[in-house]
């Protein structure tokens, strides 16, 4: 639903301008030896990023995983930025295309139509219509 995705969008937004200008890339974790507590994130001048613990209070945690997907961190916001600019280059296009009047169809009497439903700009899309479906998520 359209709302959803807008919300989504949104999230993701404030996500990124929250974690702007956090500490370079690339992290690795390094098991801390004392007390065998768990883990500790490095950046690449050996300063912590983070600390992950082995256990919290009696339950034991996936503690390498967690500061394995903590290293992997600036490398995630990499592809994210990356993919939110794919996405966003992909949807400008689609906007283009929208009301392309590809397909001559005799009964449109020259109105632009939609590629992919067929239905003219006058009528809207139709409802299920997957060029609409991808615009609407970008809250076109």
């Not at 009696?58 to 592809?79: D, G, M, T």
Request: glycine letters at 6%.
């Amino acid at each position: 639903d359209l709302l959803a995705v807008t919300a989504e969008r949104d999230r993701l937004a404030e996500l990124l301008a929250e974690i702007d200008g956090h500490t370079p890339g690339p992290w690795a974790p390094v098991e801390i030896m004392a007390f065998a507590a768990g883990f500790t994130v490095k950046d690449a001048e050996c300063m912590a990023v983070a600390r992950v613990m082995k256990t919290h209070g009696v339950a034991p945690l996936p503690a390498r995983a967690n500061a394995a997907l903590i290293a992997a961190a600036p490398e995630l916001l990499a592809e994210v930025r990356r993919l939110t600019t794919e996405l966003a280059q992909a949807r400008e296009v689609l906007s283009r295309l929208e009301w392309d009047s590809w397909g001559y169809d005799p009964y449109a009497e020259g109105r632009s139509h939609c590629p992919c439903c067929g239905w003219t700009k006058d009528e809207g899309h139709a409802p299920d219509c997957e060029l609409y479906a991808a615009l609407a998520a970008k809250g076109e």
